[in-house]
């Protein structure tokens, strides 16, 4: 187990929850001046922009975080490093820029491309309702 990469995981992992935190409580904020009154109409579209941006980024952060989890989860398990779809062993300059990736490239593309697939399906099943 790389020791480094783990300890670079677990900062990634601090950080990430720092800033949910952080943007949860801002949106908590927002949303106790909207009850106590405190916006005009004015603003209301701005901030309803900026709510939705920051419900956004922490979905995105949500995601990075459980990304982050299951890195460590590889890592203790000693297999980090190691594609969990081919087995391979990731390209360092891969895990280098996104540390908590546990799929090399190509199984990357592949997996991606699928969901692509099904995403059609899936909105067309929706027009069906």
Do not use: W
């Not at 720092?18 to 916006?39: Q, S, W």
């Not at 005009?40 to 952060?61: C, F, P, Q």
Request: glycine share 4%.
């Amino acid at each position: 187990m790389n020791t480094e990469k783990v300890k670079e995981l677990r900062a990634q992992r601090e950080h990430t929850q720092a800033e949910l935190k952080r943007l949860k409580t801002y949106l908590e904020d927002e949303v106790e001046r909207v009850i106590d009154g405190g916006e005009d109409s004015v603003d209301a579209a701005s901030d309803i922009y900026e709510r939705e941006k920051t419900l956004a980024i922490i979905g995105t952060l949500e995601k990075k975080l459980i990304s982050i989890e299951h890195a460590l989860q590889m890592a203790m398990k000693g297999q980090y490093g190691v594609c969990e779809v081919c087995h391979l062993p990731i390209d360092p300059a891969r895990l280098e820029a996104v540390p908590s990736t546990t799929t090399c490239v190509r199984c990357q593309e592949k997996l991606e491309r699928s969901q692509r697939r099904r995403l059609p399906a899936a909105f067309a099943m929706r027009e069906e309702e």
